[in-house]
């Protein structure tokens, strides 16, 4: 018996992934029932926020906090191979790029709110190892 024949979306074939959504509602639903101050949660670094601003990518998203603005993404890869540039914050499309070129990096992909500094790990892409 043969599996249907998948057609490879670019990239993000390659990569496995990880999604953060149930940890994220877990402390926004923190956050409204008062365990947490919005001010815990909206800490984005400073340089975090210039970055957003820059090379985030646009989501169709409301912010979850203030939805006075729709969020962006930015993508953060680490992994030996990386180097000095280990930990940099890349626009989305080029960190998804470099994880799947090199097995063992690692990807994340961080949702911004320019409005209110929100900031969420959205979603982890891990490199698969060839063969
Ligand atoms: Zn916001």
Known sequence: MHNPRTRPKGKRALLGVVDYTLA????LREVRVGLRSWAD?????PELMRAA???GEATRRDCPVCRRSKLVLLAYVYG???????????????????????????????????ECSWNHLAEAFMARNAG
């Open 41 to 45: 949660v909206c800490d984005a670094h």
């Open 80 to 114: 030996d191979s990386m180097h000095q540039e280990n930990g940099r914050v890349w626009p989305l499309d080029v960190g998804l790029s470099l994880a799947a070129d090199r097995p063992g990096t690692c990807c994340y992909v961080v949702e911004v709110c320019r």
């Open 53 to 55: 601003k820059h090379v």
């Open 24 to 27: 994220k509602r877990a402390l």
